[in-house]
């Protein structure tokens, strides 16, 4: 079954704490991609990766780690720098670009939602 | 830097009353995509719009790409509580040798009334 596996599904922190949100996917996707969706918002990109091992900043990015060591993994770390994390995160892949009929189409994960204790 | 406005915030509506978003960016995009999420939820791909002037259908849902691919909108025909969630629209504008990546709208929160 094909998709998008996020873990875990809620998430508390402490203060002063860095947690790691996983983020999986076996949809053979190369690029990948982190949000963040504050009640009632939009989605604002944190991180993006194209391929393995390489990552770019999005337009949230301070506060937040990501590693691409995988094709199939892209974990997002929300470290004690981020001083109002509560938020619902989620993970995207999308289709490659240039795909005829289908560039760029997003594929999210359930979401991790993140509280702070 | 790149835009993408989303109207109205909400809409509550009665059930079998239609529905419409508007989508709106600053600059002309390759394409556009609308998403819906459902409450609690996560947000699910509906369609995406290439050509100027596009329209495309959806049993109850018509989507349409401006002819200067600067602006989109979704329609819902006599809505149904089943059509409750926020719609987003998100656009991709083409830069040559560049990652194109997608800007979401803020998106439409829609409210149905049986």
């Known amino acids: 079954d094909g998709g998008i596996t996020q873990s875990p599904k809620y998430l508390f922190r402490k203060e002063g704490q860095n947690v790691t949100l996983s983020c999986e996917q076996n949809l053979n996707h190369d690029a990948m991609y982190w949000y963040r969706q504050d009640p009632g918002q939009g989605l604002r990109l944190i991180y993006y990766s194209q391929i393995v091992n390489d990552f770019q900043k999005g337009d949230i990015a301070e506060g937040y780690s990501v590693s691409r060591e995988k094709k199939e993994s892209f974990p997002l770390t929300v470290t004690s720098a981020q001083k109002n994390p509560t938020a619902f995160y989620l993970c995207?892949?999308?289709?490659?670009?240039?795909?005829?009929?289908?560039?760029?189409?997003?594929?999210f994960g359930a979401g991790t939602r993140l509280s702070v204790l | 830097g790149q835009q993408v406005m989303q109207i109205p915030q909400y809409q509550h509506v009665q059930e079998g009353e239609d529905f419409t978003t508007y989508c709106n960016s600053s600059?002309?995009?390759?394409?556009i995509q609308w998403y819906k999420q459902r409450p609690g939820g996560h947000p699910v791909f509906l369609i995406q719009l290439v050509k100027s002037g596009e329209v495309k259908k959806q049993k109850r849902l018509t989507f349409q790409f401006g002819e200067a691919k600067k602006n989109s909108s979704l329609h819902i025909t006599a809505t149904q509580t089943t059509d409750v969630g926020t719609y987003f629209c998100a656009g991709l504008s083409g830069r040559p040798g560049g990652y194109n990546k997608l800007i979401f709208g803020a998106g439409t929160r829609l409210a149905v009334h049986p």
């Open positions: 600059t002309t995009l390759s394409n």
């Open positions: 995207a892949s999308s289709t490659p670009e240039g795909l005829a009929g289908g560039a760029n189409i997003q594929y």
